[in-house]
């Protein structure tokens, strides 16, 4: 029979992060290079598909058309040091504390996999989890980390390594990360402009 674990969950753009990484690391790749600005009109396609359809995928990967393998290998490395600088002051304390506690720690967030991991390296999480990009086209997904796909990750992991998780609290600035937050004991709702508990 499994046994039950406690668990602490952590979403990372505008909850241990002042700005959201996807966004940001556009910003800084149209910053250094003239092929984001080739792909606007799309971008602004995407951006009315954001409003009919918030869930969706399409949009999410056609924003990003403009990213290449060359570009992440190139820009990811600088965005990473300097995005670290975003995050907000408590952050790494609570998760100490947190694990300090006794309780597995896990970072759960659509965040994608060429940035997320570097970000939190050094807060030393048991497990983190976010979208898995195509190596290839790095702006199309393998695994969207999101909404109802963030438990199911977890879930998974947890099945991998033998044991039920009792999710003790969760943190998040947004709703879309509601079926995460509705698991937990405790909701931690952060705001993303201040960093500080709603």
């Known amino acids: 029979m499994l046994k039950k674990t406690d668990v602490v969950l952590f979403d990372f753009d505008g909850t241990l992060s002042a700005f959201d990484s996807n966004v940001e690391f556009a910003k800084y790749c149209f910053r250094r290079s003239v092929r984001p600005w080739l792909y606007l009109p799309l971008m602004a396609v995407c951006g009315i598909c954001r409003w ?49 506690a006794g309780r597995k720690v896990l970072m759960i967030s659509a965040s994608p996999d060429y940035l997320l991991p570097n970000l939190v390296r050094d807060m030393k999480f048991d497990a983190v989890f976010c979208s898995v990009m195509n190596k290839k086209k790095p702006w199309k997904y393998e695994f969207l980390c ?46 993303r402009k201040t960093g500080l508990r709603k």
């Open 52 to 100: 009919v359809k918030p869930d969706g995928v399409w949009w999410r990967e056609n924003i990003r058309r403009f990213m290449t393998p060359k570009m992440v290998k190139k820009f990811a490395p600088g965005f990473i040091k300097q995005h670290k600088r975003e995050r907000f002051g408590w952050a790494k304390e609570r998760v100490q504390a947190e694990k300090d």
């Open 146 to 191: 999101w909404g109802k796909n963030k438990v199911y990750k977890m879930d998974e992991w947890a099945k991998e390594h033998k044991f039920i998780p009792n999710v003790v609290r969760a943190y998040s600035d947004s709703k879309s990360d509601l079926p995460m937050m509705e698991i937990a004991s405790e909701q931690v709702w952060i705001d």
